[in-house]
């Protein structure tokens, strides 16, 4: 897991990339079938009308010079200028529409990954640098554009360019056509060596693509950390040392990649070289010049789009290695999920059972080690202990952002892995240690859990966690926007902020994870006075290191090694003298001395 969760470590594939996968991405073109059919119509009436060029030149050259026949030259002249008027039209309808199919399908994988995101579970991102994970939704989606937006169906384009060449080559002259034919085998002898070495190039630069793009998400968001210790050096020789590596990879899958296309290019041209050396020679064959000369205007015709072929079969082979990333993705397992027979959690009262629950987040390593409790409605529960005791995964497995391991954790009797996620969540406020603003307005961010709130409704639950007096303070009010993550907002307002929101969302158990830490004293005691009000007939549980905070509690678990090893309220625990008291008694000496 540590090496997974590094922006220095090549990721893995955990399933190789197999032709049933140009099938899945197939099916993000199949609902467009009804443009594509009118694409391909275009094509073809563009390619037949680029069939008549050589075909106008044979006639005019063997027949048409030679009786100086003016009047029909000016027609051919005629039709042939219709024909590059019609081909005109349809280059341009063609590339228009094709492109906005490209963006079609694109916004559709860009949907499909950003909301399997959104039903991971917490470990999966736990495990990855985000820049990874962000790279898989911008950059490498970004990176099959080209090929959707032109090459599937300028792949058709061409393969029916060439058989509507061959069409007319074959019907000019058969045995010219074969020796046309004569150097595919070797064509084919050169994608296979290769096309395998291409690939496996580019699934090593989208490591360091995505390495490069996880270090550089990292480094901006701990800037501020950087700046404090001074490391600016340090991380510009790392970042230089990922750039280096990213470039030369970047160089070397250039270098493979650019085998075929002169390849194909050379074989083109020493086709050329054959028809004219066996037409004038006149070797098994009997042709006019008007033929010959035609007969390479058709061969142009026909290896253009085979050297198209080529170029796609290399932006082909390329993106696989971008595919393999995204469809990895898409196929990671949803852990947390509903079960078929999900069922709606009803109004609670808000009675919580932890039935003997073990939990790990590896195997053979258990964080929660047979922990049993019973909470009734309305009851407050403060959960406290050293760091790493698993608090915080005790309200993680609540709120079902985990799944026990085994036992059960049931609320009101419902085992929550048996209900949907979203009644369950709808009825549970949480407010994590991690907190985090949006981008947007502060209405914005307290309305995020309650849409549906009217203003006023914002309001009283920001007075309740007297918010409201500083947000009125700020030049917009309620409407003042804030950037990502509250970088223009004091800690502590980003907390009540925050709070506000879990607030509005009116849950009837209620988790507070750390929800007063980076709140000054002042604010503290203005913010338990709402909350005595707001908790009265809820359940909640709330983990603090600041023991002052929970005092008033129902009951107090003091929480080590996984297990509950005192539990009681704050008189009961302090009379016991245990790991309680002692906790408590060197908060209160550190505060002395602070004084």
Not at 18 to 24: P, T
Not at 553 to 564: C, M, R
Request: net charge neutral; proline share 2%.
């Amino acid at each position: 897991m540590g090496q997974r969760n590094r922006s220095d470590v090549d990721e893995t594939l955990v399933q190789q990339f197999s032709w049933h996968d140009y099938a899945r991405l197939a099916q993000y073109v199949k609902p467009y079938r009804k443009p594509i059919y009118r694409i391909l119509i275009v094509i073809i009436i563009a390619n037949v009308a680029g069939m008549l060029g050589p075909y106008f030149t044979k006639i005019v050259i063997d027949n048409v010079i030679p009786a100086q026949d003016v009047q029909q030259l000016l027609w051919i002249g005629v039709l042939y200028t219709g024909s590059l008027i019609l081909i005109g039209w349809c280059l341009r309808y063609r590339i228009y529409h094709i492109t906005e199919l490209g963006q079609d399908v694109l916004k559709d994988m860009r949907l499909d990954i950003f909301q399997h995101l959104q039903k991971l579970s917490f470990a999966y991102f736990d495990n990855r640098p985000h820049g990874k994970i962000l790279i898989r939704v911008v950059n490498y989606i970004n990176t099959l554009s080209d090929l959707l937006s032109n090459g599937l169906v300028n792949l058709i384009s061409d393969v029916f360019n060439v058989v509507i060449t061959l069409i007319f080559m074959f019907t000019i002259n058969t045995r010219l056509t074969w020796y046309s034919l004569a150097l595919i085998p070797l064509l084919a002898l050169m994608v296979m060596v290769v096309q395998n070495r291409q690939r496996k190039a580019y699934q090593v630069l989208s490591n360091k693509q995505s390495n490069l793009n996880a270090y550089i998400h990292e480094s901006i968001a701990g800037v501020k950390v950087t700046q404090s210790f001074a490391r600016e050096d340090e991380n510009f020789r790392i970042f230089d040392a990922i750039n280096k590596d990213n470039k030369q990879t970047w160089m070397h899958a250039v270098k493979i990649q650019l085998l075929l296309w002169p390849g194909v290019q050379n074989i083109s041209v020493i086709t050329m070289c054959l028809i004219y050396f066996v037409g004038i020679r006149q070797i098994g064959v009997q042709v006019s010049t008007g033929t010959l000369i035609a007969f390479i205007g058709y061969i142009n015709n026909f290896w253009n789009p085979i050297i198209n072929i080529g170029n796609f079969y290399n932006s082909l082979i390329t993106a696989t290695a971008y595919l393999e990333r995204i469809f990895e993705t898409l196929d990671e397992p949803i852990e947390i999920m509903d079960t078929p027979s999900a069922y709606d959690l009803p109004q609670i009262s808000g009675q919580v059972v932890f039935d003997h629950v073990n939990f790990r987040y590896e195997p053979g390593k258990n964080v929660l080690n047979d922990v049993h409790f019973e909470v009734n409605q309305g009851q407050s529960i403060a959960l406290v202990g050293p760091t790493g005791a698993g608090k915080t995964t005790i309200i993680n497995l609540l709120s079902r952002f985990y799944d026990v391991s085994e036992g059960a954790v049931l609320i009101d009797g419902h085992d929550v892995r048996k209900v949907t996620l979203a009644s369950l969540r709808k009825q549970v406020g949480v407010m994590l240690q991690d907190l985090f603003i949006f981008t947007g307005t502060i209405m914005e961010n307290i309305r995020y859990g309650k849409l549906d709130a009217t203003d006023e409704e914002v309001m009283a639950a920001a007075k309740i966690v007297h918010a409201d007096h500083f947000i009125k303070d700020l030049k917009d009010g309620y409407q003042t926007k804030v950037e990502e993550r509250g970088s223009t907002l004091s800690s502590g307002q980003r907390q009540l902020i925050a709070f506000a929101r879990v607030l509005l969302a009116d849950p009837r158990i209620l988790i507070l994870d750390e929800a007063t830490s980076s709140v000054d004293t002042k604010t503290e005691a203005l913010i338990q006075s709402g909350l005595h009000a707001l908790l009265k007939g809820r359940t909640s549980f709330i983990v603090a290191h600041r023991l002052s905070t929970i005092k008033n509690s129902d009951q107090i678990f003091y929480i080590e090694g996984g297990q509950i090893v005192e539990r009681g309220n704050h008189a009961d625990l302090i009379a016991q003298h245990g790991q309680y008291y002692r906790l408590y008694q060197s908060q209160y000496d550190m505060l002395k001395l602070n004084n």
